[in-house]
């Protein structure tokens, strides 16, 4: 004899049917520990850019006043007011992030300047010059 379903009355396996079979809550505990590992992993990631990014405002800053504001390239008047884009890393801060921070791998550019070299590399003599000096220093393959 089949077992009738308490709530709606339809045959079933058991107490109830399919429908009102009460079921168990998912364990959220390992789905709610890696969250919260994620979420800290992205806060311990975003503090440490803020932080190279604040470092590398202090070194444009320092940069900024030992210099005269003009190109290294072209020796084109850049103002008074330090932006970044006037600031080009010669080794790229990925591929030698221990010159992220050194001041011969920075040059001051104008926003073409620093536009072009950002699409042509080999453009700029100095740029060239620089980059040559940098790699024997950091001993890498560009």
Known sequence: MKAKCKTCGKNCEGEYCFIHKPR??????????????????MCVKKDEEIRQTSELQDIFLQIWKKKQHYSEESGEYLGSEPLSIFFHHILPKEKYPQARFDEENIILLTLDEHSNVENNMYRYEEVNKRREYLKKKYGGIY
């Open 24 to 41: 168990k809550q998912m364990s959220q505990g390992d789905k709610t520990l890696k969250l919260i590992k994620d979420t800290y992993k």
